[in-house]
């Protein structure tokens, strides 16, 4: 019998860092490195459903998918962006305003 130096379940399921990426809308900023982010929660899901789980609406509640980045190398780790659903309210239901100081846009009560 031939002996594997593997776990064969890694082979089988990817570990998700789900990251809170709501800072990048609120403060209307760009993207920051992954490791940057505050985690939300770390999960590990079959590779099989990664495409139809990655945008989910209960992957983490009150939060929802924004992007996904593949691991850079075999067996590292999927990063998943999520923005906090009240957030999104807010941007709906209210109008984006431009300071009068500096010109950016923003949104009246952040």
Known sequence: MADFYAPLWKFNFAKLIVVDVTDDYR???PPLPC????VVKELW????????KLVDDDLVQGYLYDWHETPK???GYWYVGVVDEKLIDLFMHKDL???PRTGQLSLPGL
């Open 97 to 99: 305003s431009r300071c």
């Open 27 to 29: 403060l209307m900023q």
């Open 35 to 38: 490791d940057f982010y505050p």
């Open 73 to 75: 190398e075999e067996g």
């Open 45 to 52: 899901m079959p590779r099989q459903i990664l495409d139809q």
